[in-house]
């Protein structure tokens, strides 16, 4: 049973930094892709960040380029997500998600999804 689990959110002012991560279980983790989502209030999700099975093939969307770095750890089957310099308009629960082969920016690319850990920023 595959399972994605993030942890890290909270509550930051604006221009702080949080650190999320997502420990994954049930899956050979070096062979999947682990994207980054995110989902405003009344908003669909959309894509962030993701990293290739190697660490290479990384993507990020344009609005947290420069501000975000996703990171993975194979040996600890875990994807991280620095968000520095953060912004109210960054609130969101933020997503964690894998996909069997390289990086994508859809939704619909990946398998499987943690629950998602809430990040709220103040103004």
């Known amino acids: 049973q595959v399972q994605l689990v993030e942890s890290g959110g909270g509550l930051v002012q604006a221009g702080g930094s949080l650190r999320l991560s997502c420990a994954a279980s049930?899956?050979?983790?070096?062979?999947?892709?682990m994207g980054w989502f995110r989902q405003a209030p009344g908003k669909e999700r959309t894509f962030v960040a993701a990293?290739?099975?190697?660490?290479?093939?990384?993507l990020y969307t344009d609005s947290v380029k420069g501000r975000f770095t996703t990171s993975r750890d194979n040996a600890k089957n875990t994807v991280y997500l620095q968000m520095n310099s953060l912004k109210p308009e960054d609130t969101a629960v933020y997503y964690c998600?894998?996909?069997?082969?390289?990086?994508?920016?859809?939704?619909?690319?990946?398998?499987?999804w943690g629950q998602g850990t809430q990040v709220t920023v103040s103004s």
């Open positions: 049930g899956l050979t983790f070096s062979n999947y892709a």
């Open positions: 990293k290739g099975w190697s660490g290479g093939n990384t």
């Open positions: 998600a894998a996909r069997l082969g390289g990086s994508h920016y859809s939704i619909r690319a990946y398998d499987y």
